[in-house]
């Protein structure tokens, strides 16, 4: 990339991280925290998680397809104005239906997909995976430290003055965004059946579920991991970074060796494979064995490694795929299956917690990532490979 692309690349994942760090923060510490609120219980708790998700799920294709109408800046604006106002509805209550009501605003700010569109338009094809990689690893940091900081400040300010920091969060990304150069329409077209039919073929729709899938089993699992950290005693909440941060950091080593070889030596569907395999392993891990510190430290240093890998190659197979005209509307498409994952994750594994137990729920990720699995290895080879 030359330095004008690398500036922007940066700049859009500084966007994206600094967002996804304040929602990230969320995940260790909401299923042991939110019980303090009035009216909790483990299904409100799961809907509070995973609201954002259908939220965004909802949205995601409309600020796709106006963005590609109106130009990307715009909507960034108007979707970090609406989560800043979900952030502080959140802040402001005792009850767990009003966080329920500013997490779903938070999710109304759908701008994924609109930030993914305004990269792929503004980077060369050929740098288009390297600015892909970037991005993601920004996530993967914003991940890391919303792991160690977020349980650090519940601890100290509870959830309350958590959801303050990420209205702050969403106030800086917002400045970044005046930064960007002013982004021109990239086409007009109707939001019709076949516009819809364009982004809707074989290989986006397999891309779409992979995306769903993986976000689901994300959610469910922090629904699980920190009160079995509880449950279990393996560590105490302010203490999690003990167990997060070294895991994190193994699994970008983990996964740098799996990136250079589907990217290097076109290996995109065994590389997928495995990767899913190593995710049923995980779930499988945690529903069998008896957790330790050193037993939990593994399972999750292996989830983190088949996540991460999963979540910086979906993301550039796409823009590689899609049209450019229809570009918006195809990262839509995919945000939004990303984000009902994280509901119907969020949803489903209250709902399960609730009606059986926590290990429950590691049943139903395991049965998502096998039918994952097989949909991956029914793909032909020659519609998975970059030189398409």
């Not at 976000?215 to 970074?241: A, C, E, K, R, Y």
């Not at 779930?283 to 050193?294: A, D, I, T």
């Not at 197979?317 to 945000?335: E, H, I, N, Q, Y």
């Not at 509901?343 to 049943?363: A, E, P, R």
Request: no cysteine.
């Amino acid at each position: 990339m030359n330095s004008s692309e690398r500036f922007f690349a940066f700049k859009v994942s500084l966007i994206m991280a600094v967002r996804m760090l304040g929602l990230f923060m969320l995940f260790p510490v909401m299923s042991v925290y939110a019980n303090e609120y009035d009216n909790s219980t483990p299904f409100l708790i799961g809907l509070a998680i995973g609201i954002y998700g259908l939220t965004q799920a909802i949205f995601q294709i409309p600020f796709g397809y106006l963005s590609d109408r109106y130009g990307r800046k715009p909507l960034l604006i108007l979707g970090l104005i609406i989560f800043f106002i979900g952030s502080l509805i959140a802040a402001n209550t005792s009850n767990i239906l009003f966080v329920v009501i500013g997490r779903a605003f938070q999710g109304g700010g759908a701008i994924s997909a609109v930030l993914m569109a305004f990269l792929a338009d503004s980077i060369s094809e050929d740098n288009r995976a390297k600015a892909n990689a970037f991005v993601g690893f920004q996530i993967g940091v914003a991940f890391m430290l919303s792991l160690i900081i977020g349980p650090i400040i519940t601890s100290r300010i509870g959830l309350e003055g958590l959801f303050w920091i990420i209205a702050l969060l969403s106030v800086i990304a917002m400045l970044i965004v005046f930064t960007l150069p002013n982004s021109k329409t990239i086409s007009y077209y109707r939001l019709s059946f076949d516009a819809f039919k364009e982004v809707l073929n074989g290989q986006l729709l397999r891309l779409d579920f992979s995306i769903f899938s993986l976000h689901l089993i994300l959610s469910s699992g922090f629904i699980v991991m920190p009160l079995l950290i509880m449950d279990n005693q393996i560590i105490t909440m302010i203490d999690n970074w003990q167990l997060y941060l070294p895991a994190v950091l193994l699994s970008f080593l983990g996964m740098l060796p799996l990136i250079i070889i589907s990217e290097k030596f076109k290996k995109i569907k065994l590389i997928l494979l495995f990767s899913i395999s190593l995710l049923i392993s995980s779930q499988v891990l945690f529903y069998s064995l008896e957790l330790s510190f050193s037993v939990f430290l593994f399972i999750l240093t292996v989830f983190f490694i088949a996540f991460n890998t999963i979540e910086a190659i979906l993301p550039s197979l796409l823009s590689k795929t899609a049209s450019t005209s229809k570009r918006g509307l195809a990262m839509g498409v995919f945000s939004t299956s990303q984000f009902l994952g994280t509901f119907f994750g969020g949803v489903i594994g209250g709902l399960i917690y609730n009606i059986y137990d926590l290990n429950s729920v590691f049943l139903f990720t395991i049965f998502v990532a096998i039918i994952w699995w097989f949909l991956i290895l029914t793909l032909p080879l020659k519609t998975i490979t970059l030189e398409e």
